[in-house]
């Protein structure tokens, strides 16, 4: 299986914040850098393309600020990013230039790639920088996100950045150097080598964020990230900074991730996984049917009941009559509009209501079924 390491063409390394700061309230450690990117040099002279997706920007800017540990409040955690991110992006641009590499610059956030016409300009954008030669540097948009830096999640990100590109293989750089088949601090735990599915993992054996106390995830995003990837046909390999360079020549070190034969549309899986729903549609079993078995549209006629607010364009859930919920779409109607449509043909409503109703309340093009 890690023979496909050591050949792939398109790669998507994410470092967390602990492994290029070090302890907790210490400034970003040059040398982590250094090393981070003498790896990714060493996979673009055998002819890949890595993108970097990087953690650190809040932990880069604790010591500035004179701040010891993470701060707990929101708009301390923005300030720390608005003044760590620069220091981050310095720092890749200068260890990048032994190399004669050039990087850039990528903030994001889940709203800029689930709406179609953004996803593309994004993938555009990454595509185009890819073939110049250029280094992403991806960071989730600290200064301004909210869920995002309250989750903290770049695993889950790294894993839906390889989806927007089409990566080979997603590789996450973490003070925990693999998985184990029990916390790593025991003694008897020993080193996991390969999961042939996420499914056979035990999350309750699974630990919570590292112990540099910088950043927020832990074992149990890396996981998630593991599944996201794996079941859009990415391997996902998990390693410590130390073995990354080992690891990405195929040696047996770290946790190797197999993928899914299979592959689901990389946008709807974005849909799936990195989008908030702000409310739900409850459909009848004919709609379930229809949605599940034909992948079609969800037309007013199939609805019952409309809950919470959103807008058009928001990402909703829709659940059947027993309150499962089985998809998730962005809906094309105010939830205002959506109650004197419900059971309503599409033609109904627009001799009813005007044209402009005679169109789907989801487009199939916008739902996954979860």
């Keep these: 299986m890690r023979s496909h390491i050591s050949t792939a063409k398109k790669i998507v390394i994410k470092i967390g914040s602990s492994s290029l700061t070090g302890s907790a309230g210490a400034e970003l450690d040059p040398d982590a850098v250094d090393r981070l990117v003498d790896v990714v040099a060493a996979a673009r002279a055998r002819g890949a393309e890595v993108t970097v997706v990087s953690s650190g920007a809040i932990a880069a800017g604790l010591a500035p600020l004179g701040l010891k540990i993470r701060p707990q409040d929101l708009a301390t955690q923005q300030a720390a990013a608005a003044v760590g991110q620069g220091l981050l992006m310095h720092r890749y641009t200068e260890s990048f230039a032994r190399y004669e590499i050039t990087a850039s610059q990528i903030l994001l956030t889940t709203q800029d790639v689930i709406h179609r016409s953004h996803y593309q300009n994004a993938q555009r954008t990454l595509y185009r920088l890819l073939a110049l030669g250029v280094v992403p540097i991806i960071n989730e948009n600290d200064t301004v996100g909210t869920q995002e830096i309250r989750f903290g999640d770049n695993d889950r990100l790294a894993a839906l950045v ?77 390693t410590s900074l130390d073995k990354a360079g080992s690891a990405l020549t195929g040696e047996d070190v770290g946790t190797y991730f197999e993928a899914r034969p299979s592959k689901t549309n990389s946008r709807l899986l974005w849909l799936a996984h990195a989008s908030t729903p702000h409310g739900r549609l409850i459909v009848d079993a004919g709609a379930v049917t229809a949605l599940v078995e034909r992948s079609v549209s969800l037309l007013p006629a199939g609805v019952t009941k409309v809950e919470g607010e959103f807008s058009a364009g928001d990402a909703v859930e829709v659940a059947g009559v027993d309150g499962k919920v089985f998809a998730r779409g962005l809906v094309a109607f105010d939830s205002s509009e959506i109650p004197q449509m419900l059971g309503r043909s599409t033609k109904e409503l627009a001799k009813v209501l005007g044209p402009e109703y005679e169109r789907e309340l989801i487009h199939r093009d916008d739902l996954v079924i979860l």
Excluded: F
Aim: hydrophobic content about 45%.
């Design 162 to 238: 390889s989806l927007l590109i089409g990566a080979d293989l997603l590789v996450l750089v973490s003070d925990i150097d693999a998985l184990y088949d029990a916390p790593p601090k025991n003694p008897q735990a020993k080193r996991i080598s390969n999961v042939a599915s996420v499914s056979e993992v035990n999350e309750s054996t699974l630990g919570g964020a590292g112990s540099a106390g910088v950043g927020s995830g832990g074992m149990v995003t890396k996981i998630e990230a593991a599944r996201i990837s794996t079941g859009a046909g990415i391997p996902m390999l998990l």
